[in-house]
């Protein structure tokens, strides 16, 4: 690309040189053309009055001869006066030429001078002889006379004819080298007229070139790069063009899963799947509709013209329909499934913006009801700028100490002894009073506080343990870590450090990861979990059975513990197909070497139920429910049996 351009650069630079050189030429050989004109011009006009000057000089001396031989036959003054006159009339004219002409024209001049002085001479002999009336002297000085005026008529004719053949040499030189200027003239000029056509054709080649090039810079300006279709800029303007007629739908359209393709194939291949997404979302679109890509996995469609809502779900039906196929990536078949918002315009959303934010609030409900597609709902709307206020407190929350824990015992099935808490978080809001995590939890992990939260935790639990330490209880207690934390290579360093500012004693720590943490980077997770057990802090995975886990998953994970979610224990005593899935997922565990933790515990029934399967820990209402720090430690107090880890 790089030589193409350079190529291209030096032909133009040298069609340029190579005209400007022509231009110079041409101006060079006019200059040269005018200098040879003017000097030719000025000779010939030398030679012309050279030439003019020798036509008196012999135009005189016939004059003077002729009023000689009217001076012999005159037989009065009168008669003879004008010979008297002109002697020596052609005395200026040679001086002239004596003076002005050449070094041959003032040879010539010099020789007839001299010979026109003997001849003006006899002239004036010859008056003087008439005046003493010697008539046979005057003829004889005629007769002298009139031979040199002949030989000097002879003189000067001869000096014209050879001027006249000097200027007509001197106009043929000039001619023939005209003519040799013509020819190169015409010669450069031909030259110079290809390399202006050369020129022209080299502009109008860089004009195409870079009214291509412009094309090129505003296709990018308003397409995605990966995959062609229009980009978040174009998707505005198409949008305003909708709305500007009046009527138009949104779709905002978000992959399923689409991590687990990058994660597991790479990013290439997560490529390779939102190109063939976009080719088959521009395949299912009306031809006037607009499909933009606004990043990452997550594409946009303009809808012209739909005036219905039944429209605009028949629309993202026919679209996800087309689009969820399974899909070739690098030889791997994956399946394609998406989550649709829709919003309309004007009934649901008054401007661009609004179309935005509506259909986003939409695909977001459809992604959690698994509905495909979803069109938006005021009721759905849970108010983007109070999930943004709920941001801004829990930041200031975790800086300003606003955090608590509550804690919730675990209880041996068999011996009914404490064996240890789970520190469970706690907002004391200034005016929500107590949130609960539920609330808050998922806010944190979407904006990025879920590695601070934990920190908070962390240092609150710890803390807390080390009072009831110093206090003479020594309580185990369970910490709930998020996935963005296993994800944090410096996750075991802050523990550690933790761990060490509050004298914690590593066996006396669990650190619980639910199945959608590990799910999420294996790799990584397993590595974190290694140097947490490496330190010797016990590792619990919660919510067992609800998340995405494989059973390799199960084996590879360095793990202590297994905490059944509490959808499975609730029924443990109810139905026989509840009591066989509690069963299994703990034989399970007993097979991988893991402790047993039973959640939701609700009633006498289940803790039996719980210790025939081989249980060992149990943790719910039943027993006690989550309190404060000070009213759990009353509880176990009541118990009247020994804590420990």
Known sequence: ???????????????????????????????????????????????EKTTQQWGQVYLRIGIEYEQLVDFVRADSAVGREPLIASIGSAEENLRWLNAHGGPSETFQAQTLQNTYGGYSYTLHDLVHAQAYGDRKQMLLDAEQASLSASALRKQASANIARNNLAGAALLAGTQRSNHRLLVAVGVISGIDLIVVLFCAFVLVAYQRNTERQARES??????????????????????????????????????????????????????VLIQEVARRLVASARHYDTVARLGGDEFAIVLPDVTSTEDLLRLGQRILTALCLPAEVDGVTVDVSASIGASLFP??????????????????????????????????????????????????????????????????VSERTVCGVEA?????????????????????????????????????????QRTWREGGRRISVAVNVGADCLLDPAFTDRLRELMAAHGTVPEDLTVEITEGAVIADPVQAAAVLSEIRAIGVRVSIDDFGTGYSSMSYLQEMPLDELKIDRRFTSRVDVTASGRAIVGAIADLAHALDLEVVAEGVEDESVMTALGEIGCESAQGCY???????DVVLEWIKQQGAEVFA
Request: hydrophobic fraction near 45%.
């Open 424 to 464: 469970l978080v706690r907002w004391r809001h200034p005016v929500r009073g107590l949130v609960f995590p539920d609330q808050f939890i998922p806010v944190a992990e979407q904006n990025g506080l879920i590695r601070p939260l934990t920190d908070a935790v962390l240092r609150i639990a710890l803390a807390q």
């Open 1 to 47: 690309m790089r030589t193409s351009w350079v190529r291209r650069r030096a032909v133009a630079r040298g069609a340029i040189v190579a005209l400007v050189t022509g231009l110079m030429l041409l101006a060079g050989l006019a200059t040269v053309s005018i200098e040879n004109t003017a000097r030719a011009t000025a000779r010939i006009a030398a030679s």
């Open 218 to 271: 505003r296709h990018r300006a308003a397409h995605d790069g990966l995959t062609g279709v229009a980009n978040r800029s174009l998707l505005t303007e198409k949008l305003d063009q909708a709305i500007e007629g009046g009527k138009a739908g949104l779709l905002l359209l978000d992959l399923n899963r689409f991590k687990e393709v990058n994660d597991t194939l790479g990013h290439h291949a997560g490529d």
């Open 347 to 412: 009934v649901q959303s008054a401007n661009a913006a609004e179309l935005l934010q509506h259909a986003d609030v939409a695909m977001y409900a459809a992604k959690r009801g698994h509905l495909g597609v979803a069109v938006y709902d005021p009721r759905s709307d849970e108010n983007s700028f109070e999930k943004l206020a709920v941001v801004g407190d829990l930041r200031r929350a975790i800086e300003n100490g606003e955090l608590e824990l509550h804690y919730q015992p675990k209880v041996r």
């Open 623 to 629: 027993m006690c429910r989550p309190h404060p720090a």
